[in-house]
């Protein structure tokens, strides 16, 4: 049916015409409306049936969808006469759907829909009459029409389940108006701030679930992983995988589903399954927080699984890194688990896909097996004890390194033919030593190892929704149970490279020294930059769960770890480029010792001493001899207030090198605070200071996408920033000096910072984190 005909049938149904055009533009939706559209058969439609009809369709799930004449004719027949028993019936029916081809009870169906059970008006209004007097009378004459009867109408339906809701609104307007008669002024008036009932004092749950109502916003994204994972999240409950779309129903699901729930005891159980050839980067955070933060959320556990198939990549360094890393962010493994484990029971279920007909050994190189449309394999069709006799050959070393493989008969959704189940590979695993030379792929390991750990919600990147058929076709080929895999966005970051290939190519270029150093986005770089690990969890939630991909700019990133380091890095006085001050009026006998908050926002939080003398340093940007127009801090003409010392500095002499007219120092005259004019800028300074080592990082690359080769012709090491890293040599007030590795500061007015690990005894080492947020006010 051509698109202007099915949009005039769907008006008929009694959409408008945007709707029904909207509607078009749904696949799924319109299919189902046509198949409607079949059933009805031209007949004439009572007032609303139409808009139940598009409301069962709209809701109708692809795996139950064979049902769906029979949800028609019960509408057509006014069985099912508003949307509570529309729905009513399509969750029965997907109840069902565990079981293959499954008939429907229909005196079980009608039961669970009310179908035939009458509420009469009377029956509503006694109820309606009942519930303003015991429970809302008070409340009612107290607010009046400002009241929210919203609240009436869901108490009601409690009790009468399948009362017409317009019924249930029309009585209780009825019993309001003759309870509180006609409104007054007063009530047309929107209600004042101070007849907004005060709430009752919330216990620690109330609150929690008030404060997600508020932050509920349109967006995809939540302040916090918990948030996320509460309001944002919607899967499936652990044993009704059949609910969810794509999953395929077997004669054996029902029986898997119900050992399943028996070995969970109903619990969600999800993984995190690295592959461990590299560090992790921040788009693994994403993938640790929603694994582990979903399981968290439902009372579940998660898995760390190594994916460790691939021998001749993997390295100790990054099991050790990986785990490392997870623990940072927060979380603690149920169980750490390898796919190694498995080896022996995935190599007897390869066997037993032989013995089904539904694999083969293979000996096409991998070369032309390359690309989407490779010629077919002239081994598909081998005799099955052939296959099996080449596959034990593989397992004994007989068979040469790429000469074999064995593959799945199956298409993946994106054409390609027959996967690669195992390769041959001669090179010693880091568990299992050389007791293997068949190593399972991703693909085929994947699937069989969350089978095993009984998982419940097999989370991954959009990337492996191509591989979706072949994980349910491998479960149910080899009847054991299958979990549900749900895909979402990956988290791309601009202006980097995540790359584990080319990350390890600007190490061996010495472009950058090694994964963590500070420019990158690994998860190591970033501990190392100072990036607080609840700053990268706040991030990946806003950046929400969806299936589409993300890319975003480092500036994102920077905020959430801005606004972790506000309330949390103490604050310390730091000049990067000293510029020697003389007061020569000091006012004081000795040296001054000078209580100073930590956080001058909350000085409650805690304070440190810092020495006040007669020679002090201040940056060399906060004096000019030669202002701009606007210029707010020393000058020849200004003064110049110093934080927390209470003293105001005057110019009274400039002395510079005489060959090269550099500044060298400045004599300055001094006033107290109290007595002098109040400068237009008070400026950090330090006195006795401690030497730092302060690296002030930049972007590595200088383009948005260093990968792409229209942006960046030259490939991605021809886009990078030279100025990426300046070190400077900074003098710090002595309360720093006892700062350990990967503690966190603030130095006021220029920046957060973190130690780095490099830091010695006597040489601390600082990198800076985030700069301030900017202020165009201060000059």
């Given at each position: ?184 002024e007063e009530d047309l008036k929107p209600p004042s701030k101070a007849n907004v009932p005060k709430p009752k004092p919330e216990t620690k749950a109330s609150s929690v679930?008030?404060a997600a109502v508020k932050e509920e916003t349109p967006s995809d994204g939540a302040s916090s992983i918990a948030e996320l994972m509460r309001t944002k999240v919607h ?358 010792a000078l209580d100073v908050p930590d956080f001058p926002q909350n000085p409650q939080q805690g304070n440190h001493k810092i020495v006040l003398d007669k020679t002090i ?163």
């Open positions: 049916m051509a698109g202007e005909d099915l949009i005039a049938k769907f008006q008929e149904l009694g959409m408008s015409e945007q709707k029904a055009k909207e509607t078009l533009k749904n696949a799924n939706v319109t299919k189902n409306l046509q198949l409607a559209l079949d059933e009805i058969k031209g007949a004439a439609l009572a007032d609303g049936v139409g808009m139940l009809i598009y409301h069962m369709a709209s809701k109708l799930k692809p795996q139950v969808a064979e049902h769906l004449p029979l949800l028609v004719r019960y509408i057509l027949e006014r069985k099912l006469d508003n949307t509570q028993r529309v729905d009513a019936a399509l969750d029965y029916i997907l109840k069902s759907g565990q079981k293959l081809k499954a008939s429907i009870n229909v005196e079980e169906l009608e039961k669970e829909c009310g179908v035939g059970v009458v509420v009469t008006p009377e029956e509503i209004e006694r109820h309606v009459q009942a519930k303003i007097k015991g429970s809302y009378k008070e409340a009612l004459l107290e607010q009046r029409y400002h009241f929210n009867a919203f609240k009436i109408l869901q108490d009601v339906r409690q009790e009468l389940k399948w009362a017409d809701a317009k019924s249930v609104k029309a009585a209780i307007d009825v019993e309001i108006f003759d309870l509180l008669g006609p409104k007054t679930a008030v899967f499936h409950k652990p044993g009704e995988n059949y609910k969810t779309d794509g999953y395929v129903v077997t004669q054996n699901t029902e029986r898997l589903l119900k050992e399943h729930l028996q070995k969970t005891g109903g619990q969600v159980h999800t993984r995190f399954p690295p592959e461990p050839n590299g560090i992790l980067h921040v788009g693994h955070a994403k993938a640790i927080n929603i694994n582990f933060g979903y399981a968290a959320a439902q009372n579940g556990v998660c898995y760390l699984r190594y994916d460790d198939t691939n021998p001749e990549k993997e390295e100790e360094k990054f099991f050790v890194a990986i785990k490392e890393m997870v623990e940072w962010l927060g979380y603690k493994p149920y169980k750490i688990t390898y796919s190694s484990d498995n080896f022996q029971q995935l190599y007897e279920w390869a066997v037993v896909l032989i013995r089904e007909g539904l694999a083969y050994v293979c000996h096409q190189k991998a070369e032309e097996l390359k690309g989407f449309n490779p010629p077919p394999s002239p081994w598909r069709e081998r005799p099955i004890e052939e296959s099996l006799q080449l596959f034990e050959d593989m397992k004994r070393g007989k068979i040469d390194e790429g000469a074999a493989t064995l593959r799945l008969k199956l298409t993946l959704e994106e054409g390609k033919v027959d996967p690669v189940a195992y390769r041959i590979k001669f090179i010693p695993h880091h568990r299992t030593k050389s007791a293997w030379c068949i190593y399972p792929t991703y693909d085929y390991t994947h699937c069989l190892c969350d089978s095993i750990e009984q998982i419940t919600h097999s989370l991954c990147t959009k990337e492996f929704q191509s591989r979706r058929s072949s994980y349910y076709w491998l479960c149910n080929a080899l009847n054991i149970y299958c979990p549900v895999q749900w895909e979402y966005g990956r988290l791309n970051m601009n202006y980097a490279l995540v790359s584990k290939r080319k990350i390890a190519k600007l190490i061996t270029e010495r472009i950058v020294h090694d994964w963590d150093d500070p420019r990158l986005f690994t998860l190591t770089a970033l501990r190392r930059r100072g990036f607080p690990p609840e700053a990268i969890n706040n991030f990946c939630a806003q950046m929400g769960v969806t299936g589409a991909q993300i890319a975003v700019d480092p500036a994102m990133l920077e905020a959430a770890v801005r606004d972790v380091l506000n309330v949390t890095a103490p604050r310390r006085l730091v000049v990067l480029e000293p510029l020697k001050v003389t007061i020569s009026n000091f006012p004081y006998a000795a040296p001054l340093y201040i940056e060399r940007s906060d004096f000019s001899q030669n202002p701009d127009k606007g210029y707010r801090r020393l000058t020849p003409k200004q003064s110049l207030g110093l934080r927390h010392a209470g003293l105001v500095i005057s110019l009274e002499k400039v002395i510079q090198d005489p060959a090269t007219g550099e500044i060298l120092e400045l004599i300055c005259t001094s006033q107290l605070a109290e007595q002098a004019e109040k400068p237009k800028a008070f400026v950090q300074w330090v006195s006795q200071p401690v030497k730092l080592e302060v690296r002030l990082y930049e972007q590595l690359f200088k383009h948005k996408n260093p990968e792409d080769p229209n942006e960046v012709p030259g490939g991605f090491l021809s886009d990078i920033n030279e100025q990426s890293v300046s070190i400077v040599q900074a003098y710090a007030d002595q309360a720093i000096s006892k700062a350990k590795v990967y503690d966190k500061f603030q130095f006021e007015r220029i920046g957060f910072f973190s130690v780095d690990p490099d830091s010695k005894e006597q040489q601390l080492v600082f990198n800076r984190t985030v700069g301030l947020k900017e202020d165009s006010g201060k000059k």
